[in-house]
């Protein structure tokens, strides 16, 4: 398990999902909240490379023993990427959501999408609001 | 959230670092530390669970056994004073209200029901009691632990008297556990031998400190690996593979029904599917690929449906894919391959012989 955190250099959806833009190409993964509500991750089921996700879509599932839980991508783009080590190792999502426990790479179609995404202080301020 | 209640244990399982759900109206730990650690825990070494919110119905009163055995589907006249039994409350078409553990004490009947069922086990149970017969729900006022895995004499040996480990599985005694008069059965839900341990509920804080603070201490556990080492064993859970709709048979519980003598309600339902076979079965199922059943999903073979899982997860001791299924008779043969449609993916599987593990409640403890 990792420590709460929210890097100020990603991008956060309303659904816990967090981008990192690098030009027109992004990675997406669950923020720290997600994983710490599905508890240990135990399977990851993946797009595959060439798919398309949509923003606000499910791409991809993530299941502890006890739930399962959509994946929601924080743009819309094609998947060139999918973070193989995290199907071996699903724990990694626990351990470090933001590095080794990436889930996919896309290149993005309509990169105007990401203004809708909420900076680390804002998603801060949204995750005050849902506990209290 | 304000009609939720709580164990005496709650703040020691927030102590622990428990995450809390909502699990039948109760405030319970579904994990502390992780599921899969919690599981392997129990089955390797010892873990403490709290299980307060079961409930506890006693029936008192000189003809006791003969309404215990005219109500409930196992034998009770097999068991005396200090034992225990696995027994079903079935309604009058012989589906279930409820699996539970029938102890015969001294002077009185304990049964130990699950914690959605308190109340339509009370109503029946008492709906049908003769005049002399005294049916009364304790539940409020007992805490209930289980200690569980093959090293649990170690963790209760430092604070238990006299010490307990003479008992044999399914037999209960009274005995002192950290200075606190219990009712101490070996007895358990995981599979693993150990023991169950009821007292006043305003003492079970101090148990399971003592219990915690023993050179041999168990792993706190929640709900969530209780669920994942019944699941394993094939332990039917109600709601999941027991309900109003089906008999015990169907669920592979005839062991439970005591058809010789009969007598009890649905009980000449039993006979018939005991001799005629119901037409769906409950099974284990394991995928043989990548993926993890759960309750609800489709159960096909060709591309037909013959069945639903009930229960699913990912076995932490197997660490594949793992569930219980109702599957149409035909296909309840061990081996049989099936297909499971997990939301919309089809995951090849196979019937699988219950337990999934190699656990018995009735090893002896490590010394």
Same mark, same amino acid.
């Given at each position: 398990?990792?420590?709460?955190?929210?890097?100020?250099?990603?991008?956060?959806? $309303?659904?816990?999902?967090?981008?990192?833009?690098?030009?027109?190409?992004?990675?997406?993964?669950?923020?720290?909240?997600?994983?710490?509500?599905?508890?240990?991750?135990?399977?990851?089921?993946?797009?595959?490379?060439?798919?398309?996700?949509?923003?606000?879509?499910?791409?991809?599932?993530?299941?502890?023993?006890?739930?399962?839980?959509?994946?929601?991508?924080?743009?819309?783009?094609?998947?060139?990427?999918?973070?193989?080590?995290?199907?071996?190792?699903?724990?990694?999502?626990?351990?470090?959501?933001?590095?080794?426990?990436?889930?996919?790479?896309?290149? #993005?179609?309509? $990169?105007?999408?990401?203004?809708?995404?909420?900076?680390? &202080?804002?998603?801060?301020?949204?995750?005050?609001?849902?506990?209290? | 959230?304000?009609?939720?209640?709580?164990?005496?244990?709650?703040?020691?399982?927030?102590?622990?670092?428990?995450?809390?759900?909502? *699990?039948?109206?109760?405030?319970?730990?579904?994990?502390?530390?992780?599921?899969?650690?919690?599981?392997?825990?129990?089955?390797?070494?010892?873990? #403490?669970?709290?299980?307060?919110?079961?409930?506890?119905?006693?029936?008192?009163?000189?003809?006791?056994?003969?309404?215990?055995?005219?109500?409930?589907?196992?034998?009770?006249?097999?068991?005396?004073?200090?034992?225990?039994?696995?027994?079903?409350?079935?309604?009058?078409?012989?589906?279930?209200?409820?699996?539970?553990?029938?102890?015969?004490?001294?002077?009185?009947?304990?049964?130990?029901?699950? &914690?959605?069922?308190?109340?339509?086990?009370?109503?029946?149970?008492?709906?049908?009691?003769?005049?002399?017969?005294?049916?009364?729900?304790?539940?409020?006022?007992?805490?209930?632990?289980? #200690?569980?895995?093959?090293?649990?004499?170690?963790?209760?040996?430092?604070?238990?008297?006299?010490?307990?480990?003479?008992?044999?599985?399914?037999?209960?005694?009274?005995?002192?556990?950290?200075?606190?008069?219990?009712?101490?059965?070996?007895?358990?839900?995981?599979?693993?031998?150990?023991?169950?341990?009821?007292?006043?509920?305003?003492?079970?804080?101090?148990?399971?400190?003592?219990?915690?603070?023993?050179?041999?201490?168990?792993?706190?556990?929640?709900?969530?690996?209780?669920?994942?080492?019944?699941?394993?064993?094939?332990?039917?859970?109600?709601?999941?593979?027991?309900?109003?709709?089906?008999?015990?048979?169907?669920?592979?519980?005839?062991?439970?029904?005591?058809?010789?003598?009969?007598? *009890?309600?649905?009980?000449?339902?039993?006979?018939?599917?005991?001799?005629?076979?119901?037409?769906?079965?409950?099974?284990?199922?394991?995928?043989?690929?990548?993926?993890?059943?759960?309750?609800?999903?489709?159960? #096909?073979?060709?591309?037909?449906?013959?069945?639903?899982?009930?229960?699913?997860?990912?076995?932490?001791?197997?660490?594949?894919?793992?569930?219980?299924?109702?599957?149409?008779?035909?296909?309840?043969?061990?081996?049989?391959?099936?297909?499971?449609?997990?939301?919309?993916?089809?995951?090849?599987?196979?019937?699988?012989?219950?337990?999934?593990?190699?656990?018995?409640?009735?090893?002896?403890?490590?010394?």
């Amino acid at each position: 398990m990792s420590d709460e955190s929210y890097p100020a250099e990603l991008r956060y959806h $309303p659904e816990h999902d967090w981008a990192r833009v690098d030009g027109d190409e992004a990675t997406f993964g669950v923020t720290w909240y997600a994983q710490d509500a599905l508890g240990e991750v135990v399977y990851y089921d993946p797009p595959a490379v060439g798919d398309t996700v949509t923003a606000g879509s499910s791409y991809g599932e993530l299941e502890s023993v006890k739930a399962v839980s959509d994946i929601i991508a924080p743009a819309s783009g094609e998947v060139i990427a999918v973070n193989d080590k995290v199907s071996d190792a699903p724990e990694l999502v626990n351990s470090d959501p933001y590095g080794d426990g990436w889930l996919i790479k896309v290149r #993005l179609s309509s $990169p105007g999408e990401l203004d809708a995404l909420m900076d680390d &202080a804002a998603y801060r301020e949204y995750l005050s609001g849902l506990s209290a | 959230m304000s009609d939720l209640r709580r164990t005496t244990l709650y703040d020691a399982h927030v102590a622990e670092g428990a995450k809390i759900v909502d *699990f039948a109206g109760w405030e319970m730990p579904v994990e502390y530390l992780g599921v899969r650690a919690e599981h392997l825990a129990v089955r390797e070494r010892c873990g #403490l669970f709290d299980v307060s919110h079961m409930g506890q119905i006693e029936v008192v009163g000189k003809g006791a056994r003969d309404f215990l055995q005219a109500t409930l589907t196992n034998d009770i006249t097999r068991i005396g004073p200090g034992q225990a039994q696995y027994t079903l409350l079935p309604d009058d078409n012989g589906g279930v209200i409820d699996d539970l553990l029938a102890y015969a004490l001294l002077d009185r009947f304990l049964l130990v029901v699950n &914690a959605s069922n308190i109340d339509p086990c009370f109503a029946r149970i008492a709906g049908l009691a003769p005049d002399d017969i005294e049916v009364i729900n304790r539940s409020p006022d007992v805490g209930m632990l289980a #200690l569980q895995g093959p090293a649990w004499a170690k963790a209760l040996t430092p604070i238990a008297s006299p010490e307990p480990f003479s008992l044999a599985y399914m037999e209960a005694t009274e005995a002192h556990v950290a200075g606190v008069p219990c009712l101490v059965a070996r007895t358990g839900y995981t599979g693993e031998p150990g023991v169950e341990i009821m007292c006043d509920a305003a003492e079970a804080p101090a148990i399971w400190a003592a219990l915690m603070g023993t050179p041999d201490r168990p792993d706190a556990c929640g709900l969530g690996a209780r669920d994942t080492l019944r699941l394993e064993m094939g332990y039917p859970l109600y709601g999941n593979e027991l309900s109003r709709d089906r008999t015990p048979i169907a669920a592979g519980l005839k062991w439970a029904c005591d058809l010789k003598h009969g007598g *009890f309600p649905g009980a000449e339902r039993m006979q018939r599917e005991a001799e005629e076979g119901t037409p769906e079965k409950l099974v284990g199922i394991m995928l043989t690929e990548k993926g993890i059943p759960r309750g609800g999903c489709p159960v #096909l073979v060709d591309g037909q449906q013959v069945g639903t899982v009930t229960s699913g997860t990912l076995s932490p001791s197997l660490g594949v894919g793992a569930g219980l299924a109702y599957v149409s008779a035909e296909h309840a043969e061990r081996g049989i391959r099936l297909t499971v449609d997990v939301r919309g993916k089809p995951k090849a599987a196979e019937v699988v012989t219950l337990p999934m593990v190699d656990s018995s409640p009735r090893k002896e403890h490590h010394t």
